[in-house]
């Protein structure tokens, strides 16, 4: 099975008799093996009749949800899949990716996050996050097909927030740019907070504090399974900060912060959002991103680079501006 995100072996199912691959090892841009056919067999797999590249309706996610729950990532129920899947915020695309079916059956599956927002200067910005890319082991050779058919969406830019190591020299074939991760694993303290500084989690309070884009897009996201919000206040002056729990090497100890709506009062405030994460969520770490909420502080380790980010601009933004907000990264909660 050909996989764009790398899951942990406790977290796969697969048949026995069936190999897993990850993308790149049993893949390539051009040809992912010798073609040999002998009487309906390709390389050693019966060959596949009629599989059709289709776009995922919002009727197929029940079924999309199934597949990788089964296939990619069993941590998450077909339902939890499916509504993840969802985005919480409007969209003007109807769809969520791409599947390969045959004879009736999903095969394979790109799915994607659509969002529309508003750049610094008013300008509207259409983006297509590349999701979940899982392709079953016998239909690999039509993998091309899902990623031609989101590249071929020439009207948006593409982001890919989480690609698995594998992947990466493939996005990088395709023209993708790299986004500077470096910042810092923070080791989160119960540190004394200033009393001046407010913390808000409840969704009235935090609508109560927010204005103009941040409150849009707060809204926007309230209910994605996989994001966080706590909104820091000072004098009046709110900072909303955006996070979700990740694991690394398998262990649930780490936030990561997606989105900070003002860096230099975060700065005064980070201490006071480090305390909450740990009290309030259990997470002894938080891992932070210079150009997401700038330089980490003392109880932290610098950090050159952290897990891959990229992006293809059709309109020649620069990488600096991806937003981790209206992706998967808030939306599946892996």
């Known amino acids: 099975m050909l996989a764009r995100r790398s899951v942990p072996d406790n977290r ?25 056919r002998t009487g309906g067999i390709i390389a050693g797999v ?13 009727d197929d996610l029940s079924r999309v949800g199934e597949f990788l729950s089964v296939h990619l990532d069993n941590s998450l129920t077909p339902g939890q899949w499916a509504h993840s899947l969802r985005p919480t915020w409007t969209t003007s695309h109807p769809d969520h990716g791409f599947l390969l079916e045959s004879d009736g059956l999903v095969v394979g599956v790109y799915a994607a996050f659509y969002s529309e927002t508003r750049t610094a200067d008013d300008r509207q910005r259409a983006v297509c996050n590349l999701a979940a ?12 097909r899902l990623v031609r058919a989101m590249l071929a969406q020439r009207d948006r830019e593409l982001t890919d927030l989480s690609p698995s190591g594998t992947v990466v020299p493939l ?35 935090i609508e109560a504090v927010l204005s103009g884009a941040d409150l849009a897009a707060y809204r926007d996201h309230a209910d994605s399974p996989a994001a966080r919000h706590v909104v820091a206040v000072v004098d009046g002056r709110p900072c909303w900060v955006v996070f979700r729990a990740v694991r690394r090497k398998g262990l649930r100890l780490f936030a990561s ?18 305390r909450h994460i740990l009290l309030a969520h259990g997470l002894p770490f938080t891992l932070v991103q210079t150009r997401v909420s700038g330089p980490g502080p003392w109880h932290s380790v ?17 990488p600096e501006s991806v937003t981790y907000l209206y992706s998967e990264l808030t939306q599946v909660p892996w």
Request: with cysteine.
């Open 46 to 58: 019966p060959v596949a009749q009629n599989v059709l590249t289709l776009p995922i309706t919002t």
């Open 257 to 274: 912060v997606l989105h900070v709506s003002d860096r230099d009062l975060f700065r005064a405030t980070a201490p006071a959002v480090y």
């Open 171 to 205: 996005n990088e074939r395709l023209g993708f740019r790299h986004v500077d991760t470096a910042g810092a694993l923070v080791v989160n303290l119960p540190l004394p907070t200033r009393r001046r500084v407010r913390l808000l989690t409840g969704r009235a309070d």
């Open 302 to 318: 610098p950090l050159s680079a952290q897990r891959p980010a990229m992006y293809l601009s059709r309109t020649g933004e620069p």
């Open 12 to 36: 796969k199912k697969a048949n026995n008799d069936r190999m897993i691959f990850a993308a790149g090892h049993a893949f390539t841009l051009f040809l992912p093996f010798p073609v040999v």
């Open 133 to 144: 890319w899982c392709v079953l082991d016998e239909f690999r050779h039509h993998s091309l």
